[in-house]
């Protein structure tokens, strides 16, 4: 129950942490930071995991075609929830469209 309970303390501080271009947050002596970067068009944004870039993603994930994130915002909240998810798995993170739409990354 405890471990249930400091996971919901952990999603709520990932998802309402205010905008910026970089997040960063140990769990188990692992460091995930990420990082948004300017992409042709838009944004996009990088993981790092105990400094060593895991996850570049230059484009919205679970959308077709290669449509970038419109706002430094909108990448660092995917970028944090990727990370949320990296906490919770060993499986590699996905993002669904439902989740998007629930991030307000597209309608």
Known sequence: MKKYFWILILTFLILSCGS??????????????????????????SVFVNGKKFIEQKNIPAVEGNQVFKTSDDALKVGKLVVKKMTESTDLPSVTKEELKALGVIE
């Open 20 to 45: 910026g271009t970089s997040y960063e947050t140990e769990v188990s002596n692992v460091v995930f930071r990420v990082e948004t970067m300017e992409v042709q068009g838009g944004f996009g944004y």
